[in-house]
């Protein structure tokens, strides 16, 4: 679709402080396979994850980043808002201000938080130190990641403020009408899971 011509024209105009680098894969590897090259190359201390049909509010990085003013967080969560379609999103339930979690937490099991890997801002170091990575030739691989950053011990920030704008697309893998496909997606996340299970089921309430 020609979006990476659009990217680098767009750079090559830019005047101002940030420096981009663009990665590229010789075939499309996917979104898994994507972030994962980004995390391996991102030289900064934390990484943020956006979609390519989506938006992020002109404040977004601002607005996650005031906290580490004060302090070090694993992970910042912003607020986000669905975009077109009918589908309506996990409402985030915590408030503002600071939350330290270990083990299987009623924060994922009850939807506290959303298992969307995008609008987070997370410490690179929290990452590669847990091992924590997409699971590759998986659909809805951001449930998996969920699953296990709900298992490790973190320290996070929830920051009250839509800072990311989700749309929804007719026929894309969120909002499919075909139940087989839909469950098919679905055995392929339970599978993920119980793949990681293993590795995390010394931790109480596994």
Not at 34 to 59: E, H, P, Q
Not at 86 to 112: D, K, V
Not at 132 to 160: M, N, P, Q, T
Request: glycine share 8%; net charge negative.
């Amino acid at each position: 679709d020609k979006s990476i011509e659009v990217a680098e024209q767009l750079i090559a105009e830019y005047d101002g402080p940030i420096e981009f680098k663009v990665l590229h894969h010789d075939h499309n590897r996917g979104l898994s396979t994507t972030r994962n090259t980004g995390l391996d190359a991102a030289k900064g201390d934390y990484v943020y994850f956006l979609d390519s049909d989506d938006w992020i509010s002109d404040d977004c990085v601002e607005k996650l980043t005031e906290p580490l003013r004060q302090q070090e967080f694993d992970i910042i969560v912003g607020d986000y808002k669905m975009v077109g379609g009918q589908i309506s999103g996990i409402e985030l339930s915590f408030q503002e201000g600071a939350y330290h979690e270990s083990g299987i937490t009623h924060t994922f099991c009850n939807g506290g938080v959303y298992v969307m890997a995008v609008n987070k801002l997370y410490r690179k170091g929290f990452l590669m130190n847990n091992q924590l990575r997409f699971e590759e030739g998986k659909i809805h691989e951001d449930e998996i990641l969920a699953f296990e950053l709900s298992c490790v011990d973190k320290f996070f920030y929830v920051v009250k403020s839509v800072t990311y704008f989700y749309r929804i697309r007719e026929n894309s893998i969120v909002t499919t009408n075909d139940p087989t496909k839909k469950l098919a997606n679905y055995a392929g996340v339970l599978e993920g899971v119980k793949g990681k299970v293993e590795r995390y089921k010394k931790i109480e309430g596994i």
